[in-house]
């Protein structure tokens, strides 16, 4: 494989796409599960000195355990990290007193909902990234073709700096491989920002099997 088929094949990688999607995504899912968490946690430590606190904070952490595994799925489709289907630590064998005290005492309990705090900052910034860079190729790319089919002033605009293409058929052919190149560049950052997201996802809502 040369260099150059690695860098134009990320476009044949399905999971590129899921990978923008989810960036896409994120900011909505972030903000919800932090609203959610924050919530929740604020509601059930205001309230245990009450008896209603009790099952609220259990009713709590199990809505913590249930958006692990809706995250789960979204992860798994999107960016194809493989995660399990239900919690590993999932025994029905057990009395329903000893699981409910593991509900409270399983570490994964506990980063699952550090995850759906850490949802919103990295949400906000996975959004903001793809719709930047997105946004920046595109109209690098499209801007020779508005300039071509006389669709108004086509220019490229900087702070105050109007570079006019019309006109000037190597700014456009320039523009249009810019725009070409940082499309390509944006769906690597995108492939990247699914792994590192997978890996954060897999080792903050799954628990591995004990022997």
Not at 1 to 9: E, H, P, S
């Given at each position: ?9 990320v476009?044949?990688?399905?999971h590129?796409?899921g990978?923008?999607f989810?960036m896409?995504?994120s900011?909505?899912?972030g ?8 919530t ?17 904070l ?13 995250e ?8 194809g ?8 630590y ?10 409910i ?11 699952a ?5 850490l ?12 719709v930047?860079?997105l ?8 801007a ?5 089919l006389g669709?108004g ?6 702070e105050?700096?109007?570079v006019?293409i ?6 456009a052919?320039?523009?249009l ?5 940082l499309?390509?560049v ?7 920002v ?10 903050l809502?799954?628990?591995t099997?004990?022997?």
């Open positions: 494989r040369t260099l150059a088929g690695r860098f134009f094949g476009a044949a990688d399905p590129t796409y990978s923008l989810y896409l995504l900011m909505a899912t903000i919800f599960y932090f609203t959610w968490v924050v929740g946690a604020s509601l059930s430590a205001g309230l245990l000195i009450l008896i209603v606190g009790i099952p609220l259990l009713l709590f952490l199990l809505s913590v355990r249930l958006l692990s595994l809706v789960g799925r979204i992860v798994e489709v999107l960016l990290e493989r995660m399990p289907r239900r919690p590993l999932t025994q029905r064998d057990k009395p329903w007193l000893t699981r005290g593991e509900l409270f005492t399983d570490a994964r309990t506990w980063t909902a550090a995850y759906l705090l949802m919103l900052p990295l949400g906000i910034a996975y959004f903001t990234v793809v930047t860079l946004s920046v190729a595109l109209a690098l790319m499209v020779p073709l508005a300039s071509l669709l002033p086509a220019g490229i605009h900087v105050g700096l109007v006019d019309a006109g000037n058929w190597w700014l052919l320039l523009s491989l810019v725009g070409t190149l499309l390509f944006t769906l690597h950052v995108a492939r990247l699914g792994r590192f997201h997978g890996w954060l996802a897999k080792h809502l799954v628990r099997a004990v022997v």
